[in-house]
């Protein structure tokens, strides 16, 4: 969530291909660890979206949710003209919640095919409806998603 947000990215070194450990400022030398090969997964798919003109240019409005769980989630949607659309929710509950809301940015989108979808589950299909003008998100505990326009 935080890298779509407005403002400077951080990234620490080894978070993208999974690493845990943190390495001393001091040490020349790194900690023994393995990368995480569903991290770097993850991070692979992120990483790509990181340059869409929707968070470098682009506006950015809080999504008016509704449904329930909406005290859990947290949505919001980047456009960039007609440059890029992306919108980004996460649920930060431990329990699985469903919210609905309408978007103009995504109202010509008609099938899932017209968007890139980027999930923080990676063994499970995220699940979503789109709707004339809105979408229904049911996320699951901690479940994080991005939604980007094509």
């Given at each position: 969530m935080t890298l779509t947000l407005p403002g400077l990215r951080l990234i620490h070194e080894g978070q993208p291909a999974g690493l845990r450990l943190k390495q001393s400022l001091y040490l020349l030398r790194q900690p023994a660890e393995g990368p995480d090969s569903d991290v770097a997964t993850f991070y692979e798919r992120l990483l790509r979206v990181i340059d869409n003109p929707a968070l470098t240019l682009g506006d950015f409005h809080l999504l008016d949710l509704t449904g329930e769980g909406t005290d859990a989630v947290i949505g919001f949607e980047r456009r960039c003209g007609d440059q890029g659309r992306i919108i980004t929710a996460a649920n930060l509950s431990d329990r699985g919640c469903e919210v609905s809301f309408?978007?103009?940015?995504?109202?010509?989108?008609?099938?899932?095919?017209?968007?890139?979808?980027v999930s923080t589950e990676l063994t499970r299909t995220p699940q979503l409806d789109l709707w004339p003008g809105g979408i229904t998100l049911r996320l699951r505990a901690h479940e994080g998603l991005l939604l980007v326009g094509r």
């Open positions: 309408s978007t103009a940015a995504f109202a010509q989108v008609k099938d899932y095919r017209e968007m890139e979808i």
